[in-house]
């Protein structure tokens, strides 16, 4: 795993500790991300309630949020719930397009990986080479032109 810099790591590890969920893929990923900024960790409470265990959705309408956190906390909500929003208008800020548009991407993969652990166990495996425009040897789409 990589981390920002030491405040990310003592805050991830910190935070997952604080919750007992040391094998929580879903509050690992939340804590992660929220970890990255320096204004995310400041006010952890405000995106947080540790007496409830849960996000408080309201952290997103805080003044303090730029647009560096605002997308790691709508990314780190949205791995942690499925959380896209209240409409249709606002699920797309959670979408790849937005959220990804920043110098954290790197650190925004590792997020995903903690979440999806039994998919990203082994990534270095090689992968067999998928065709999908053959049939037995034959491109389907000569096939489909004559």
Do not use: C
């Not at 991830?12 to 094998?23: F, K, L, M, P």
């Not at 309201?58 to 956190?69: F, M, Y």
């Amino acid at each position: 795993m990589i981390f920002k810099d030491l405040a990310h790591e003592q805050f991830y590890e910190g935070n997952v500790i604080r919750t007992n969920r040391q094998h929580d893929p879903y509050r690992k990923a939340l804590f992660y991300l929220l970890g990255l900024t320096e204004d995310t960790r400041r006010n952890i409470n405000d995106l947080y309630n540790f007496k409830e265990d849960s996000i408080r959705l309201e952290g997103l309408n805080e003044s303090w949020q730029t647009g560096t956190t605002f997308r790691l906390t709508r990314l780190a909500f949205n791995l942690y719930t499925g959380y896209t929003g209240e409409s249709e208008e606002d699920a797309r800020h959670y979408s790849p397009y937005y959220l990804f548009d920043t110098g954290l991407l790197p650190y925004f993969f590792e997020a995903v990986k903690l979440r999806y652990p039994s998919y990203a166990s082994d990534l270095s495996q090689s992968w067999t080479s998928f065709q999908p425009f053959t049939n037995h040897g034959r491109d389907v789409w000569d096939e489909l032109e004559q």
